[in-house]
């Protein structure tokens, strides 16, 4: 099973600020890793796929980059609506598909 | 409007059932592959299974294989999970999500998901 480690555990930030957060595959998946957001009370949402695709609607200040075992989301400048949970998610090896631990992103 | 609404989620003794459902709308449910993911609570994401367009597909997470099975019904746009033999460790929330690709291609990301059904084992 392939592991994702996700840094930091919590990343304080303020509006306006770039965010890079940092997930790390135990072995290569090549570029297939996900990124999702979650809110508190909220269902996840999907971000990025396959590394750097967007999903559908989401905004461009998100963009995904990496290949291999190291990625990063980054989130070019923070508005108040993106402080959340982000989680990283592979499926080089399915099954089973693997969530890294997540990364809490709090207004500074 | 686009929406998956899971169902059926409760407080059950260990040892015990449940079984959830997941109503789908405003999409072509047969086309896509569809799964659930669990949450415990104040934790991470756990996929717990998986199930092709035509259920000739099926997948589990090694911690559920043998007590939990994923079914779907095309033609009520429903998707199922029956857990037996519930343990404290299954207590989280339970996702019913889409995958992203469509037909036969099978992308496993999900783009869609519901509320969630909370499921509780404890005596």
């Known amino acids: 099973e392939i592991v994702l480690t996700q840094s930091p555990a919590t990343l304080s930030l303020s509006p306006g600020e770039r965010a890079n957060l940092s997930c790390r595959a135990s072995?290569?998946?090549?570029?297939?890793l996900a990124w999702y957001q979650q809110k508190p009370g909220q269902a996840p949402r999907l971000l990025i796929y396959?590394?750097?695709n967007r999903a559908t609607g989401i905004p461009v200040r998100f963009s995904g980059s990496g290949s291999g075992t190291d990625f990063t989301l980054t989130i070019s400048s923070l508005e108040p609506e993106d402080f959340a949970v982000y989680y990283c998610?592979?499926?080089?090896?399915?099954?089973?598909?693997?969530f890294g631990q997540g990364t809490r992103l709090e207004i500074k | 409007e686009v929406q998956l609404v899971e169902s059926g989620g409760g407080l059950v003794q260990p040892g015990g059932s449940l079984r959830l459902s997941c109503a789908a709308s405003?999409?072509?449910?047969?086309?896509?592959?569809m799964n659930w993911v669990r949450q415990a609570p104040g934790k991470g994401l756990e996929w717990v299974s998986s199930?092709?367009?035509?259920?000739?597909?099926?997948y589990y997470a090694d911690s559920v294989k043998g007590r939990f099975t994923i079914s779907r019904d095309n033609g009520k746009n429903s998707l199922y999970l029956q857990m037996n033999s519930l343990r404290a460790g299954d207590t989280a929330l339970y996702y019913c999500?889409?995958?992203?690709?469509?037909?036969?291609?099978?992308?496993?990301?999900?783009?869609?998901w519901g509320r969630g059904t909370l499921v509780t084992v404890s005596s």
């Open positions: 999500a889409r995958d992203l690709g469509i037909d036969t291609y099978w992308d496993w990301y999900f783009d869609l």
């Open positions: 405003g999409f072509t449910f047969s086309r896509y592959s």
């Open positions: 199930i092709g367009p035509s259920s000739s597909r099926l």
């Open positions: 072995q290569s998946v090549s570029s297939y």
């Open positions: 396959d590394a750097s």
């Open positions: 998610q592979q499926r080089n090896n399915w099954p089973p598909i693997t």
